[in-house]
């Protein structure tokens, strides 16, 4: 059954802390004796004070003593139980829940950008954030309180049976009354609850969606159509949430009537039993603790089943981001890249995305160290797929790519990325300090070295011109600086990390002419001595590359230099002449 796999796995993340995993299940245990043992005592104390009468003092004394001092030995060793397993289970589930975040954090950050392409951000928060809080309970409920009705029902079922068969027979069917009153909701409810989980992660993927692009939403003033489409999502969950709670609410109805029913039923019971002589008081007793007992467990055990049904979709969500997998993941046994002066090799490469036409069709590209090698050509012609390919984002059908005679397939992702600088479009910064932002090219640079890829970005200026200076926050996505000074920012990051193998997405082409002119010198002194690739839309910006390489339909179609591509009058001097028709 699905719901109890995903209760084991839960548990399961447990790992780490196996050993007070099952310190905590003997103290439990322990719990679940003196579960049973009290209401015993207590029905005992209730049978010597009906003989009180006819005993003599000195026996009535001595019993009494021994009854009262067992009865307050157990009751001291369940408080400190209690208090041992409820403080070991809290401090296990705090730290186990951050794990489990980190744990999350970590695997989503290893996905490639085709799993973050089809994701909200949002919806992954949400589930990043709910699992953990789910499971943080789920630990600390199973640990504190869970664990030991399971382990009662388990002991107190089998005694009351050995105690009186006839009076068990109540709360044997109380406990069979509430296992298929929680299967009947189950079957009942779950399709509702999965659907009702969904449409809450639309709703907060919604909303991070426009809060993220609040600038557009006002300004486009979308203000009433957001707020309408946000209400609609509300509507969608209440619609879906509310049967499951109406089935709940019976099932916790029926289970307080089954309960009343079972001790009406002992009451009456016990009553002609003790008429027949077949039934003492005290039995009776013990048994209308032990019913009460079970009943509080039991409400207890409905009250954590309505929940954790109610959480189990959002469960799910969490445990399958975690078995998604990477499309491309180190081979086993795959070695670091070896140094080298980054030679770059495509031989014939093929490609095409899950369930699409070819996107590359047997590309072959030789670019040797200090050559700059310039990709154009119509959006979707594949630039940027061999681009992607290249930092292995995705592994290629057929063909090969190597670097310094290594074949990339075969070396581990980490250490490819890490000889590979990229400056996009989008600067791509985190709402970080400016010394922070940079650091991500190089963790171990220090101040000298910061502030010489900064000038070298020609960035070093406007940098100490901030309120903090390297210290200033840049904003979500470095929305407190202009565009020049973001990619300025970004080709010190790429200059810190100075990688062999450089990749220049469209690095200007959101740029006025005065910004990128100059941020142009501080890409040229980026570019200096390592293997460039320029995929660029603006042609003008790719006159100076070694090569130029022309995409059309996954196909290279043309290469050469600027001036000798124009003079062949092909594919690529009609793309300058569309570029530069609208200025004649």
């Not at 049973?36 to 026996?59: K, T």
């Not at 600390?140 to 107190?156: E, G, I, K, N, T």
């Not at 692009?213 to 707020?227: A, I």
């Not at 960035?459 to 210290?471: K, N, S, T, V």
Request: charged fraction near 20%; proline fraction near 4%.
């Amino acid at each position: 059954m699905a719901f109890v796999r995903l209760y084991a796995r839960v548990i399961a993340q447990l790992g780490p802390d196996r050993r007070v995993a099952w310190w905590l299940m003997a103290a439990n245990l322990l719990l679940a004796g003196l579960l049973f043992v009290e209401p015993v005592l207590f029905g005992q104390v209730i049978a010597l004070l009906a003989e009180a009468r006819v005993l003599p003092g000195d026996v009535l004394w001595q019993r009494a003593t021994v009854l009262l001092g067992s009865w307050a030995g157990v009751g001291l060793l369940g408080i400190l139980a209690g208090i041992g397993a409820g403080l070991q289970a809290e401090r296990m589930a705090h730290r186990n829940r951050l794990l489990a975040m980190r744990r999350f954090y970590e695997h989503v950050l290893a996905l490639p950008p085709s799993f973050h392409g089809d994701t909200r951000t949002g919806g992954l928060m949400k589930l990043m954030l709910s699992g953990a809080d789910t499971m943080f309970w789920l630990w600390l409920s199973f640990f504190r309180d869970q664990l030991a009705m399971w382990l009662a029902l388990l002991v107190l079922l089998p005694m009351t049976v050995v105690l009186n068969g006839r009076l068990a027979v109540a709360l044997v069917l109380l406990v069979g009354v509430f296992a298929v009153l929680i299967l009947v909701v189950v079957r009942k409810t779950e399709g509702g609850q999965r659907r009702a989980q969904r449409w809450q992660v639309e709703l907060v993927g919604t909303a991070q969606d426009a809060l993220a692009n609040v600038t557009v939403v006002q300004s486009f003033t979308r203000l009433g159509d957001e707020m309408q489409r946000f209400g609609a999502l509300m509507g969608e969950v209440i619609r879906h949430q509310f049967p499951v709670l109406n089935w709940w609410a019976v099932a916790n109805v029926m289970t307080r009537g089954a309960s009343t029913i079972a001790v009406i039923t002992i009451v009456v019971t016990g009553t002609i039993l003790h008429a027949r002589d077949e039934a003492s008081v005290g039995e009776i007793v013990t048994f209308m603790g032990l019913a009460g007992l079970l009943i509080q467990r039991l409400d207890g055990a409905m009250q954590f089943t309505t929940r954790l049904f109610a959480e189990f979709p959002g469960l799910e969500g969490y445990f399958a981001v975690l078995d998604a997998q990477s499309a491309v993941p180190d081979r086993p046994g795959a070695l670091p890249l070896a140094a080298g002066p980054g030679d770059v090799v495509f031989d014939g490469v093929s490609f095409a995305y899950p369930g699409a036409p070819p996107t590359l069709c047997d590309i072959t590209i030789s670019a040797h160290h200090g050559l700059t090698v310039a990709l154009v050509g119509a959006t979707g012609a594949g630039k940027s797929t061999c681009m992607a390919l290249l930092e292995r984002f995705w592994d290629p059908q057929k063909g090969a790519i190597r670097i310094d005679g290594q074949d990339i397939r075969d070396v581990t992702i980490d250490s490819l990325r890490a000889r590979i600088g990229v400056v996009f479009q989008d600067s791509m910064l985190l709402n970080r300090s400016i010394r922070e932002n940079l650091l991500m090219g190089n963790p171990r640079a220090d101040q000298a070295q910061i502030e010489a890829a900064a000038r070298a970005a020609e960035a070093h200026d406007f940098i100490l011109a901030q309120p903090d200076g390297y210290e200033t926050m840049v904003g979500e996505r470095g929305a407190n600086l202009s565009g020049g000074q973001r990619q300025r920012l970004a080709i010190a990051r790429a200059l810190l990390k100075d990688p062999p193998i450089l990749i220049l997405d469209e690095a200007t082409s959101a740029l006025d002419a005065a910004t990128e002119a100059r941020v142009a010198t501080a890409l040229h002194r980026l570019m200096q001595g390592r293997t460039c690739f320029v995929i660029a839309h603006r042609l003008s910006t790719v006159r100076d590359a070694d090569v130029i390489l022309v995409f059309d339909e996954g196909r290279i179609v043309e290469r050469g230099s600027f001036a000798a591509l124009m003079a062949l009058n092909g594919p690529f001097s009609r793309l300058v002449e569309t570029q530069l028709a609208p200025a004649r």
